[in-house]
């Protein structure tokens, strides 16, 4: 089994535990075997640590280098376009699909 996904700097990854939970967040630097520096700023996530069993990684990186200011994310981010990559994903059309279906009512 190859694994294609590894935790490197400019991973875009889903945060599925938190108070940023269902939002997408590019790694700025690692921190340590368990933790990552994200920043997400086109998904309103800041700048903070998280443990990597929070996040989920994705297929889509960003050219950036290890540390850089968040106006560096926000430039690669939009000339990657991954708000709109990440929104025509299957993954995000399961998770919007099942956000919709939790919330139909009698």
């Known amino acids: 089994m190859l694994f294609k996904r590894f935790v ?3 991973r875009v990854a889903y945060i599925a535990d938190g ?3 269902g939002k997408i967040c590019a790694i700025v630097d690692i921190i340590t075997q ?3 520096l994200v920043d997400g700023p086109c998904s ?3 700048r903070h640590a998280i443990r990597l069993n929070q996040a989920h990684l994705t297929d889509y990186t960003i050219n950036i280098g290890r540390g850089v ?3 560096s994310v926000r430039k690669n981010w939009e000339a990657e376009k ?3 990559k990440w929104s025509s994903s299957n ?3 399961r998770i919007e699909a099942r956000h919709k279906r939790s919330n139909l009512t009698d």
Do not use: L, R
Request: proline fraction near 10%; aromatic fraction near 10%; charge should be negative.
């Open 91 to 93: 993954w995000a059309k």
């Open 34 to 36: 368990t933790s990552v």
């Open 82 to 84: 991954i708000n709109e």
């Open 19 to 21: 108070p940023y939970a």
């Open 44 to 46: 309103d996530v800041p």
């Open 8 to 10: 490197e700097v400019g």
């Open 69 to 71: 200011s968040t106006k």
